[in-house]
């Protein structure tokens, strides 16, 4: 009868018991705090992003006797309502899939995101796509945010040395 030598199991039952540790309970926290991570980074992409509207333009003119004019009627509006209006939703989690919605309820959005036409409709106003642009951008990165978000709780399951 052959010998197999000697084998500890106690590196292999404390992996067991850290594995046991990080059950789905912990794992739906860890997606959930994920995707409101993405969520945060995709918010600050599009405020940065959304104009401003400016409300007080110098208006300038010739009077008739040949003289120039300049000055910056005060309209009483100020800027920023669309800039203001972003916000982030409640996680919603479907299947395996987690979702969460960036969202701006003014009623303008869409059109300064895509374009419009004018107010005489002689012209067209090109869109700004602030989310767009924004979510290609999280799009390209969240593979590396994910990646140090999951390895980042890794460590606090199993130790800096791994295991």
């Known amino acids: 009868m052959a ?8 590196q292999l039952k404390r992996l067991q018991k850290k594995l046991e540790q990080f059950e ?21 992409k599009v405020i940065k992003r959304t104009p401003v509207g400016q409300y007080d333009n110098p ?15 005060h309209t009483g ?7 203001r209006g972003w916000t982030i939703g409640p996680v919603a ?26 107010a005489d409709h002689s012209g067209w106003v090109p869109g700004r796509f602030m989310m767009t642009i924004s979510e290609q951008e999280l799009e390209r990165d969240a593979p590396r945010i994910i ?17």
Do not use: M
């Not at 006797?65 to 910056?72: A, C, H, P, Y």
């Not at 509006?77 to 800039?83: A, C, E, H, Q, S």
């Not at 960036?102 to 895509?114: D, K, L, M």
């Open 3 to 10: 010998n197999w030598g000697k084998c500890d199991f106690r």
């Open 24 to 44: 789905e309970a912990e794992l739906d926290a860890l997606a959930v705090q994920i995707v409101k991570q993405l969520a945060a980074r995709q918010l600050a």
């Open 59 to 73: 208006v300038s003119f010739v009077t008739e006797d040949g003289k120039k004019v300049s000055f910056t009627p």
């Open 77 to 83: 509006k100020t800027g920023g309502t669309l800039r």
């Open 93 to 118: 989690k479907t299947g395996d899939t987690y979702e969460i919605e960036v969202i701006n309820p003014v009623y303008y959005a869409a059109y300064v995101e895509f374009g419009h036409r004018t």
């Open 147 to 163: 990646e140090k978000a999951l390895e980042k709780k890794l460590r606090e399951v199993f130790g800096d040395n791994g295991g």
